[in-house]
Structures are given as C-alpha cells and as structure tokens.
C-alpha cells in the first residue's frame, strides 16, 4: 500500500522494526499490532469453539445417541464452554479493540507498558495451548463443565488439572491487560482531555479494567485450591475432610459473576460508539452513560449469590442477592435508553456496524428480560440448571459481547486495514446470522421451561421439536459466521481502498490516517472539546 | 523525578519499625491474657495498625497521589463487603 | 510493571507505580481468597482451630515476624540511600535484607521439617485422624505460608536483581522506580505476613 500515493506515511502494517517479517508481529510492543495478534488468535479459538458447539447442536438433533457417545458429549460442552468463556469472550473485546483503539481514542502513542501488552499475549497463549492440551493430553477431556464444580471436579479422572491451570494463566493475562489499561487512561490521555472528554469506550474498558484486576485473583485462588484438593488432599471442598462444597462456589461466582460485567461492559462501549456515528448525533447523555458503566462494574460484584438460589444458601442471602441482582437492571436500562435516544431524530445510516449494533439492542434486551427472571427467586427454582439458563447467557454473551463484536470489527475494519469490505455481503451474512441465532437459541427458553435441563446427553420425546429447530437455527448460523469471515478474509487485500473517515466518525480514531502510521499520531492532538460533537451538514 | 519527592529519614524508618515491634509484642501478650472470644478481635485490631503504619510510611501512602491512598483504602473497603456478605450466607444458614 | 519504555513518556514513574499497587491489590486479592476460606472454616470450627494452632509454634512464627519487619525497614532505607545518592549503603541495605530474608525461610524450612517429622502435612494418616476443623486448619496453615513463602522467594529475586542494577548504575539517585517497586513488593510480603501471624500462631 505503500506505493499508494494516497498515503505519506508508512502504516503500522508495513513498518519496520528492529525485527522483521514474522518476528516483526511476534516481538512487536506496537499496541496495534498486538491487537491483531489477539484478534487472529481469538479468531482461531472462536472458530473452533463454535464448530464443538455445533457438533453440540448436532448430537441433539434427535433422542439418544446420534453422532457421539455421553461422555465425548460431556467433553464437547466443558471444552466448548471453557475456550469460548475464558480465550473468546473474556478477553475479547479489551484485548482486540481495546489494545488497537485505546491509545488512539485517547490520543497516545501506544499503552502505559507495551512490553508487559506482549508479554499478556504470550501468557494468553500459553493458556490457550493448555486450554486445548487438556483435550488429548491424559486421561480424556476435562467433563466437568467449564464452572469446575466441586465435588466432581475434584474426584472427575479427566483432566481437570490441566483445565483449571489453563484457566488460572489466562486469568493472569488478564490481570496483566487490565492493569496496563487503568495506567493507560490514567497517565497518557492527550493534553486537554479531561476524563468526561474522553470517548465511551475507553470508559467502558475503564470500569471493565477495574473488575479484571479486583475478582480475577479469586479464582486463581479458588482454581489452585482446587488443584491443592485434587493433588495434596487439602479439603477445603470436600465435606468429608470438612470442607464446603458450597464455599467453591462462593469463590467462583465471586470472580465469574463480575466476569460476565468484563464481557458485557465494553460490548456497550462499542455500540456506544457506533450509534452516533451512524446517527451523525451526539451521543445522548454521556453522563449517564459514564455513571451507568461504573454502576455496572460496582454493583455486579456484589451479586454472585444469583447463581446459587437453589443450593441452599440462606434465605438473607438469597433475599440480598435477588435485591441486587434487580438493582444492576437499572443502569443496564439507563444504557438501552440512551442509546434508542441517541438514534432518535439524527440521520441514521444503516450500515453493517449499525445493523449489528441495533441487533445488539434487540439481543441484550431478551437476555436480560431473561435474566430477571432468573433473578427471582421463586421463578429461579423452576429454571434453574434449564436450557432456560442456556439460552439466557447466550443471548446475552453471544448476542450481546459476540454481536458487539461483529458491530466492532465491522466498524474499525477500514481503519485497521485500510481496506473496504463488500457491504452487501456483510448486510446478507448479518441477516443470516440474526436469523440462524435466533433461531438456535429461542426454542430452547421455551423446553426449558417445559423442564428440559441444560447440559443433558439425551431427553424426552416431548423436547424433540424444540431440539430439532435449534439444531437447524446452528447450521443457519455457523453458515452466517463462515459468509462474514470469508467477507472479511477475501476482502482484506482485495477490497477497495477506505478512507481515512468512511464512516463520518468524529472520534480520533477516525482523524488519523487508515491504517494508522507506526505511531498513531505525528503530533500529539490537543482536546479542547467534548467528544462526540458532529458538525451540522447543510 | 519531580522535585517534590519525599525522602524519608533513617531515624524515621527506625521509629517505625521500633512502634512495629512494640505493636508485635502487644499482639503477642494479649494472647496470654486470656480476653476470650474478644482475643481474635484484638490480635486483628492490632495487626490492621500494623498494616496501617506499614502502608503509611514504608510504603510511603503519607506521600502519594490521593488516588493511590483511595485505591488502597477502597481494595481494603471492597474485600470487607466481600467477606461480609458471604457471611451473609454462612451466618443466617 | 518495570517497563516503562513509552515513548511519549520515557520515565513515567508515577505511572510506573501506579501500574505496581494495582499489582499489588490483585496479589492482595489472591491472599484474600485464602482469608475469605480461613474466616468461614475458623467460624464453623473456632474450637479445632484453637486446638490446632496449639502445635504451632508461636515462638518461631514470633521470630519470623520480627525478622520481616527488620527486613522491611532496610529495604525502606535502602531507597532512602538511593535518594541520597549513596549506592555502597543501599547495596548493602539490600544485602542485609535478603539476608534474613534467608533467615526466614531456614525458620520456614525447620518449621515445616518438624512438622512433617510428627508426620503432620497434608494426605498424611495423622492428619485424616484429628478433627475436621484441625485438618482444615493444617491445610490452611501450609497453603498460606506455602504460598506466602513464594512471595518472598520472588521477593528475593527482585532485590537481587536490584543490586546488580545499582552496580551497573541503571538505579540511581533520581531513577529507581525498580528498586521502589520491589521494595513495595517486599512491604506486601511484609503486610501478609502481619495478618498471617496472628491468624495462625495467636490462637491459642
């Protein structure tokens, strides 16, 4: 591209280092660079956790054994569970977008500690490679669902172990990101911008940063416990040796509730930034929107206790828990709100990020509809452990993080790469996939709450239908996933050259060039006004 | 390094770590003094000031930033939540 | 939490440290867990938990206490002669500290020798037979000093290495945020340690 006239500057994907070729990616401390490492890996992990899932789907096509036998069945669910939670979903949007963009939206050169940002990569991946050894190595794969529950956790011959350190180093490669991000927006916003003048999305992964460093060591204690269980016989689980099945889940939910908020949270950064630029409005009450995030992020801490209704927690528990499990709906709302407003009256563009993000609304909006359902407690009893369950969070993970995702890549696309993907295309594989997620998931909300449990090999002739439409809806969507990632792949060289501004955006992502040069900026900007201000169009 | 910077003196680090060992020998008798079921309570009183003077003047909370000093009172703060409300469980069972 | 090569700011330091109590509040959070399991079991078996912490031996964990606390204030000074401009007395204010670091950890090591002797560790026939609050108990004491053990280990490392900075001249009077980070690592070693005594020698 360099011999592009257009451009007078070498972009970060052509610069050379100290290193080259390969080794210029691998050893890279650029942000954006990393980015895209993250980005190809999770592409990776996301792809193969998907087929599992559909494999998943397929088994349940019909009663009985179909395509595998129960304990493969079990394997598929914890391995399909695990990569998606902790490769995918977890780090996904920070990692991606938030290395990539964060240092540009708050006009800096690169994060506060761009080696420690490689180094988090390579911690990752080393969890990963675990993650997926613990499928071949030993004793067959970990069938304990990706919550490791005790007691079975600690007794199942699978490799549990193996798991649970997968799970432990990516928490670590978390931490690592989430402390690079806080010092990032603390020390090196540009001269001028205050911390309301900073975008929403930074913000986002601000308050999502926070979670990360204060529940993620939970579990890696929780998780070594289990290991010290399992291998030294130290029973803090084991009722026979004293211990408290129950208090594992305490420690987990401690961390994997506010989990949920690391994946949800900046999911709502990116359709934040995505509504007023599709809109060409300001975003309606950036105020809000700030405090809502921080809301989110404080109070989700507090209701890990929701996922325990029926394990016979006590009944103030479960009262506090409920309580404030209906409290987070609140600035979850305020959210939603604010972004139907932000659309409202401007002059909308319905572009594929815009698609994807209006999608995301209609998602998120089931699952937390849902979600307070199974916030209640006497609803809670009768759901509990149902496909009800299942297609709540998956609404909520995958049509909330996994749609905000699409609306993100689909948005910064141009300015990654420079390059223009076919839109018709991407609005055709949008469609089928709206339609192939809606279609796998809903049946399921409904023979949950005619009673059938998550989790299960075979079922009931009754749950057939229900079963078979969702199988159907899995193949329409893997179908949708392949079309957008052919999309975005084929285009990627071949596609017509973007502007540095395709979308009209005004955040500063959108003033520099596409793809940005090795160092974001030649100069750094100085902010003298509020984001988000767009300039009326005569 | 901005000029402001704070250099504690030998003597000061001194007198801390002598109110340290003073507090670590306080901790110590209480134990053998029997206050029942307020021991558990005490020896944690007094580690908390040990862990306060730690903070304060080794590891110079006196002169930091204001957000640090909040960070750390707060990370303090949020972990007393945690443990309360999981006692919320185990207590009312 | 050392890397500090961003261009904009090639010497941020207030960032640097930053980066090193956010660290330090995930290593806090970590050591909470075990606190948090500690609080429910001590509940549930305060009488075992009595009895148990009886074969501890409050004298050493009284010993160990004391040469942490000396430890955190040579390592406090240290960065005052650093300050101060004087690299011989941080060296060996450096040096002191591993010392009893080193100390310390023999005390662990005939700590825990002994305690394996009268075949007390986790697994062990002895062990299974006492009460459930006093194996719960044991478990606890060896997965809190186990791990806390780790941390001085790493503790010691990053003073090593700081010694061999100020040698080369890469830690000097107006740049050691190396050595002022492991410093405040070694404080966090430190500050565990004080809940730590408390909990599992003073219950008696």
Sequence with gaps: MSKNEKYSHESYLEYQGKYKGIWGWLFSTDHKRIGLLYLYSIAFFFVVAAILGLLIRIELIAPGPTIMDAQTYNGLFTVHGIIMIFIVVIPGLGAVFGNFFLPIMIGAKDVAFPRLNLLSWYIFILGAILAVASQFAGGGAPDTGWTFYVPYSSTSSTNVIFALTAAFILGFSSILTGINFIVTIHRLRAPGMGWFKMPLFPWSLYATAWIQVLATPIVGITLLMVIAERVLQIGFFDPALGGDPLLFQHLFWIYSHPAVYIMILPAMGVVTEIFPTFSQKPVFGYGAIVISSIAIAAVGYFVWGHHMFTTGISYWSRWF?????????????????????????????????????????????????????????????????????????????????????????????????????????????????????????????????????????????????????????????????????????????????????????VTLEWQIESPPTHENFEEIPEIKTPPYLFKKES | MENKTHISSYESHGRVLISLLLLTMLSVLVTWMEFGVFTIAVALTVASVKAFIVLTWFMHLKFESNFIRWMVAGVFVLFTLVLIITFIDYFFR | MTQTANHAHPTDNEGGKMGM?????????????????????????????????????????????????????????????????????????????????????????????????????????????????????????????????????????????????????????????LLENSGLYWHLVDLIWIFLFPLLYLLT
């Design chain 1, 321 to 505: 828990f409920s309580f404030l499990t209906f409290i987070v709906a609140i600035p979850s709302a305020i959210k939603v709100f604010n972004w139907i407003s932000t659309m409202y009256g401007g002059s909308i563009d319905l572009k594929t990020p815009l698609l994807y993000a209006i999608s995301f609304i209609f998602l998120f909006m089931i699952g937390g509809f849902t979600g307070l359902t199974l916030g209640a407690l006497a609803t809670n009893v009768h759901l509990h452990d149902t496909s009800f369950v299942v297609a709540h969070f998956h609404y909520i993970i995958f049509g909330g993080m996994g749609f905000a995702f699409f609306a993100g890549i689909h948005y910064w696309y141009p300015k990654m790469y420079g390059r223009m993907y076919n839109i018709k295309l991407a609005n055709i594989a949008w469609g089928v996939l709206f339609t192939g997620f809606n279609v796998l998931y809903f049946p399921l909300f409904i023979i949950g709450i005619q009673g059938m449990p998550r989790r299960y090999f075979d079922y009931l002739e009754q749950f057939h239908t229900g079963h078979f439409i969702s199988t159907i809806g899995a193949i329409i969507l893997i179908i949708g996933i392949f079309m957008m990632l052919f999309n975005l792949i084929y285009y990627r060289h071949r596609g017509a050259v973007a502007p540095s501004n395709p979308w009209k955006g």
């Design chain 3, 21 to 177: 109590w956010i660290f330090l509040f995930t290593e806090l959070f970590l050591f909470g867990g075990l606190f948090l399991v500690y609080a429910v079991f001590r509940a549930k078996y305060s009488d075992d938990f009595h009895k148990a912490a009886y074969e501890l031996d409050a004298l050493i964990g009284t010993l160990n206490t004391v040469i942490l606390l000396v430890s955190s204030m040579t390592v406090a000074m240290s960065i005052t002669a650093i300050q101060k401009g004087s690299k011989k007395l941080a060296i060996k204010l450096l040096l002191t500290t591993i010392f009893l670091a080193i100390v310390f950890m023999v005390n662990k090591y005939f700590e825990w020798h002994h305690k394996f002797d009268i075949k007390v560790y986790p697994g062990s026939e002895v062990l299974q037979n006492l009460e459930r609050g006093e194996l719960l108990f044991f478990g606890l004491y060896y997965m809190m000093t186990g791990l806390h053990a780790l941390h001085v280990i790493i503790g010691m490392i990053l003073l090593v290495i700081c010694i061999f900075k100020i040698k080369s001249g890469h830690i000097i009077s107006n740049r050691y945020l």
